[in-house]
């Protein structure tokens, strides 16, 4: 049993095919599909200036990052701490090119380095968050890209031997966590 394109075997009623449908990938383009304009010839060479243009952009646009990353602002200007266990976040953003900050601009709260000039007044966490230890008066450095800015804290209010009661400081975490607003104390 013969077919035109193919054989059918006859222990096995399956077509194989006498030749490839379809072309050989190493054939020239066929005649009838317009070459590309853009092409240099080879595949592979186009595909290697492709890449290097895509790195020379990514590079720019780091090195375009860094040059917009070396201006930049902290909010709050400056800090003040009322009572015990008294918390404030710094928050430190890169300046436009006309020098404002807008929604877009680029957070450099975590890329900045935070240093306490008196750690017995206020500490500094590596992501800017303060934290009253005692009564007085510090500036807390906040560098980046090189620049460093200077926010002054005043604390007041702080305890020597802070009393933590069920009440006031225990509860309202329970309540947090969804526990009921009653115990019986």
Known sequence: MQQEEGRVSSSVTRYVPTHHPLPAIHSPPRPNLPACPHSTGTGLRSIKRLIALALAVLANQVALADAAAATFRVAPASVELEGTFARAQLLATSLEADGGSTDR???LTRQAVYASSNPQVVTVSDAGALLAVGNGQAVVSVTAGG???E???VVSGVEERPSIG???HVLPVLKLFGYPAT???
Do not use: G, K, R, T
């Open 105 to 107: 601009s680029a957070d």
């Open 147 to 149: 620049e460093a800015i």
């Open 151 to 153: 926010v002054p804290v």
């Open 166 to 168: 069920f009440v006031s």
């Open 183 to 185: 115990f019986a104390i």
